[in-house]
């Protein structure tokens, strides 16, 4: 089972950090699973006011051929360190340009924005926009339906040079939302040059909305900063109707969540969407 596999993990065991030996096998593993195509895309949708599907987001798994599937957390860090995550983040890029194109053929499908998780090391190549575009010239989808999901921190440096390659992806069509917003190192002032159209509070404020008034008082003020600068919100980490009615209540309107569904292979993704 899923658990059983997790509970082997030791092998990717954040301690294991510290151990060279390990971590060059870890390394090498995900040499091998680049190689041997062992990386699956999962979906979770994305909804509107009234509970209907606009989106999902991308979320990348890795199917071990011992250790059965690995969560992102398991292994992005590595990635990141080693710099695989440039040559992963192209198929996981490739692979979701290929899902919205193949959703184009269903009026069920045909809307839906598909959200990619985008990390620093990648955006910051200075040729990552010509790759974007590349894929556009061999996928021909409809560009406002692909989104970057950019985090704060890894943009603090070298700020100007990622604004640049994110205005040539602007002018082409595609967004990008600025993810965990309110954890990582919100400068109010990046926030105000940043050429993005979303907002995702981060999950830990949707967490504890319940009982937390200071959490209350935060979500509204994110999502009220937000629309008065002409942005979209979204919350993720959804579980429950209080959480939702609470979110609601401080003006979002875009959530994503268990509550509305997991992150699930596609064929499930779409029957769910049926
Ligand atoms: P993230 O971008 O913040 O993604 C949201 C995470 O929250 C996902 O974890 C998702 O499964 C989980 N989640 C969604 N709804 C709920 C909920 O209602 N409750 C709870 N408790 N969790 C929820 P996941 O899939 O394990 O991904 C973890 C992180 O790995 C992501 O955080 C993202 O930073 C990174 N990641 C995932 N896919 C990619 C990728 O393709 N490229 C890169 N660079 N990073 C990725
Ligand atoms: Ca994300
Ligand atoms: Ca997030
Ligand atoms: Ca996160």
Redesign the pocket.
């Known amino acids: 089972s899923k658990k059983n596999g997790r509970n082997q993990l030791n092998f990717f065991d954040p301690n294991m950090q510290r151990s060279m030996s390990k971590r060059a096998s870890l390394d090498a593993e995900l040499h091998r699973a680049i190689d041997h195509h062992e990386f699956v895309?999962?979906y979770?949708v994305q909804v509107d006011n009234w509970r209907q599907a606009i989106g999902a987001?991308?979320?990348?798994?890795w199917q071990h051929p011992e250790l059965g599937l690995i969560?992102?957390?398991d292994f992005?860090y590595a990635?990141?360190e080693n710099g695989l995550?440039v040559p992963?983040?192209l198929w996981?890029l490739e692979t979701a340009c290929q899902q919205i194109l193949a959703w184009q053929d269903s009026p069920l499908t045909q809307h839906l924005v598909l959200a990619?998780?985008?990390?620093a090391r990648?955006l910051k190549q200075t040729d990552f926009a010509d790759q974007v575009l590349n894929l556009l010239k061999l996928y021909p989808i409809p560009t406002n339906q692909l989104k970057l999901?950019i985090?704060e921190g890894m943009l603090l440096d070298d700020i100007d040079a990622t604004i640049a390659i994110m205005r040539k992806l602007n002018a082409v069509g595609i967004r990008f939302a600025l993810?965990?917003f309110g954890v990582g190192y919100s400068s109010l002032q990046y926030l105000k040059r940043l050429p993005i159209e979303q907002l995702?509070i981060?999950?830990s404020f949707v967490?504890d909305l319940e009982d937390d008034e200071h959490d209350r008082t935060i979500v509204r003020t994110i999502v009220s900063m937000a629309h008065s600068l002409g942005l979209d919100v979204i919350a993720?980490?959804?579980?429950n109707e209080l959480q939702l009615r609470l979110l609601r209540n401080k003006g979002c309107v875009h959530f994503?969540?268990?509550?509305f569904g997991?992150?699930v292979d596609i064929r499930q993704f779409n029957a769910l969407l049926m």
């Not at 990619?116 to 990390?119: A, F, I, Y």
């Open positions: 895309l999962y979770q987001e991308a979320l990348i798994r969560t992102p957390n992005i990635a990141e995550i992963i983040g996981v990619v998780n985008v990390s990648q999901e985090t993810d965990d995702k981060d999950r967490q993720e980490g959804v579980e994503q969540g268990y509550l997991k992150p």
